[in-house]
């Protein structure tokens, strides 16, 4: 469920007239490399039961596949990018000694100061 004042920021925007997706930041550059465009068959966002294995093999193959995982960390998105799933990225980001997860609400903390 959206957040009731963006949604109402965006209301107000189409009634004036501006289009509230100008706002999104633009896609990076590496996107238009990457082997997921070219397999919008395969599910990129597997539910509960479903392994995503097709995906990740998909990314293994990719050219860009460091740079999609890097984004999917600093964005902290679902689904497979860059062959990992949300919660392997999570381990990920645990291993490196810090929490990324925290980082977008501007609380990041580093674990490995603590020790």
Partial sequence: MSHPRRRTRVIDAMLRGEDALVQLPPLPDWMADA??????????????GSSGLDAMSICNRCLVQAECLRYAVDHDLDGI??????????RLGQHQ??????????????????R
């Fill in 35 to 48: 082997a997921c465009r070219e397999h919008p068959e395969v599910s990129w966002f597997p539910g509960p």
């Fill in 81 to 90: 990018w860059g062959g990992t799933t949300v919660r392997q990225r999570r």
């Fill in 97 to 114: 000694g810090y929490d990324r997860w925290r980082v977008r609400e501007g609380r990041a903390t580093r674990r490995a100061q603590a």
